[in-house]
Nanobody, 124 residues
Framework: QVQLVESGGGLVQAGGSLRLSCAAS????????MGWYRQAPGKQRELVAT???????NYADSVKGRFTISRDNAKNTVYLQMNTLKPEDTAVYYC??????????????????WGQGTLVTVSS
């Protein structure tokens, strides 16, 4: 199996910064796209940012210019640097990855994997 473990959430004042990390582990052959999503109380989960294995980035309009997604393919890890945080950024942040996983037999299988979430709270 494959697991994603997030870290780096916490409480920060408006205007501050946080850096989230998400490390993938398990029977990984290759990782395709990786990304961050968030879910605020009473709202649906929404995309924050994604990054392809080749480094192409995509951001939600609400975070452009403030958040930066990056990845270290050697470490199977994706990061989210969040600057100039606003109270409306308060949410549980989830890591997501498309993983080509090794199997016990021949061949591979494609898995969409989610992390457990990490809470980011921005106070005004």
């Amino acid at each position: 199996q494959v697991q994603l473990v997030e870290s780096g959430g916490g409480l920060v004042q408006a205007g501050g910064s946080l850096r989230l990390s998400c490390a993938a582990s398990g029977s990984i052959f290759n990782i395709d796209d990786m990304g961050w999503y968030r879910q605020a109380p009473g709202k649906q989960r929404e995309l924050v940012a994604t990054i392809t294995s080749g480094g192409t980035r995509n951001y939600a309009d609400s975070v452009k210019g403030r958040f930066t997604i990056s990845r270290d393919n050697a470490k199977n890890t994706v990061y989210l640097q969040m600057n100039t945080l606003k109270p409306e950024d308060t949410a549980v942040y989830y890591c997501n990855a498309g993983v080509v996983a090794s199997t016990a037999g021949p061949g591979y299988r494609y898995l969409e994997v989610w992390g457990q979430g990490t809470l980011v709270t921005v106070s005004s």
